[in-house]
């Protein structure tokens, strides 16, 4: 089993909806990332978090430190949100463990 | 200012080669990380240097890897007796805060390598 486990692994939806990437990871953590990976492959640090709920214009992130669990979440979603979304966790440590992305596709 | 630049960009060897792969950091970063990311597969991280530390090899795969950073800056992956599970995209990254687990780190663009 994956420290870091994403879901879903795949999802496409319609220009406008509001989009929920999920999170959970079997690890203690000093912080949690989520990572923008666009079709050419450049990766963008878009939240780092160790607690409570980050915005970032129609992105938001929050974590359950209890839970072990961080959700992404797209208002108003748009045809350029379409990329790889990738959560990763520090665990204790510098270094970064990852999920395996969710490829999100919205359609316009 | 300049961000994280590797090179090259793609490079195609075959197997049983050697490769070296190059990254220079977001200038003043002083931790810069090497992760791979093959195709189909998520990312995994190879290796970190954290100013004038000793690195953390733990994800290294075999002894076929290593890394250097000279002078606190540029740093080099070399892969040597390249194998076809070698081919990834190798991805740099820096981050600038000493000390700080938690810093937000920059990407660069990435090395594909194809090993024939």
């Known amino acids: 089993k994956n420290e870091v486990e994403q879901s879903p692994q795949n999802l496409t939806a319609q220009e406008g909806e509001f989009i929920t990437i999920n999170c959970s990871y079997s690890?203690?953590?000093?912080?949690l990332h989520w990572l923008q990976q666009h079709p050419g492959g450049g990766i963008v640090s878009l939240f780092m978090l160790s607690s409570g709920k980050k915005k970032h214009g129609r992105l938001i992130a929050t974590i359950n430190i209890q839970e072990k669990h961080s959700s992404l979440h797209i208002t108003a979603s748009h045809p350029r949100d379409s990329a790889v979304y990738i959560c990763a966790v520090n665990p204790g440590a510098q270094k970064l463990v990852f999920g395996q992305g969710t490829r999100l596709t919205i359609n316009p | 200012g300049a961000g994280v630049s590797q090179s090259p960009s793609n490079k195609v060897t075959e197997k049983g080669k050697d490769v070296e792969l190059r990254c220079d950091p977001i200038?003043?970063?002083?931790?810069l990380y090497w992760y791979r990311q093959s195709l189909g597969q998520g990312l995994e991280f190879l290796i970190y240097f954290q100013g004038n530390s000793a690195p953390d090899k733990s994800g290294l795969p075999s002894d076929r890897f290593s890394a250097e950073r000279t002078g606190g800056s540029v740093s080099t992956l070399t892969i040597q007796r390249t194998q076809q599970e070698d081919s990834a995209v190798y991805l740099c990254?820096?981050?600038?805060?000493?000390?700080?687990?938690?810093?937000?780190?920059?990407f660069g663009p990435g090395t594909r390598l194809t090993v024939l």
């Open positions: 990254a820096s981050s600038l805060v000493p000390g700080v687990p938690t810093d937000t780190q920059y």
């Open positions: 200038s003043g970063h002083t931790a």
């Open positions: 690890v203690g953590i000093s912080a």
